[in-house]
């Protein structure tokens, strides 16, 4: 199974986070939503020149391709696998091209716009969920954090999700095993 599958566990199956994984989880949803911050700050000049791009906008660019397809799939429950980072590579390299067709320069207004606007929504969703989950205690993957908060509200479960990359599982299994943790 790849890290971009999409396997839904019942309700209670993963630890919930304690103080250093809801930590963790607020401090990545600061992050990215700084990101978001510079990103929405640069809105009206994305262009150094005529014929470059901000090299902010390029910060996020393959961050966002190798997150998109979780954002996505865990997110919203869909079973795309890589689908959503190859969809994007494509949406990008086809404007890219375009731009380079119409102008003879691969740096365009256009292409930068699309990213800009890509990278907004990547990055906000990421850090929203990030911040909604160190708050609630979502367990497993933030992606889940607005289901969770949906369950919360209306007092249906929801199913989790495993963090399919980085550190939060570890540390949420570490802190689930220490006997000061109150499960």
């Given at each position: 199974?790849?890290?971009?599958?999409?396997?839904?566990?019942?309700?209670?199956?993963?630890?919930k986070p304690g103080p250093?994984?809801?930590?963790?989880?607020?401090?990545?949803?600061?992050?990215?939503?700084?990101?978001?911050?510079?990103?929405w700050s640069v809105r009206d000049d994305l262009m150094i020149n005529e014929k470059a791009i901000r090299p902010l906008?390029?910060?996020?660019?393959?961050?966002?391709?190798?997150?998109?397809?979780?954002?996505?799939?865990?997110?919203f429950s869909r079973p795309w696998k890589k689908w959503p980072a190859i969809v994007?590579?494509?949406?990008?390299?086809?404007?890219?091209l375009l731009?380079?067709?119409?102008?003879?320069q691969l740096e365009t207004p256009l292409l930068a716009h699309v990213v800009h606007v890509w990278?907004?929504?990547?990055?906000?969703?990421?850090?929203?969920?990030?911040a909604v989950a160190a708050l609630i205690r979502t367990p497993g993957c933030e992606m889940r954090a607005l289901h969770h908060l949906y369950s919360v509200i209306i007092g249906r479960p929801t199913k989790e999700h495993r963090c399919p990359i980085g550190p939060l599982n570890?540390?949420?299994?570490?802190?689930?095993?220490?006997?000061?943790?109150s499960r």
């Open positions: 199974m790849a890290a971009t599958d999409l396997k839904l566990e019942e309700c209670g199956t993963l630890p250093l994984g809801r930590l963790v989880r607020l401090l990545f949803g600061i992050l990215c939503l700084y990101y978001v911050y510079d990103l906008l390029w910060n996020g660019l393959i961050v966002g391709l190798l997150l998109v397809s979780y954002v996505i799939n865990i997110g994007s590579a494509m949406l990008l390299a086809g404007v890219a731009g380079y067709v119409r102008t003879g990278e907004l929504y990547i990055f906000s969703h990421l850090g929203l969920a990030f570890q540390i949420d299994n570490w802190e689930d095993q220490q006997p000061w943790m």
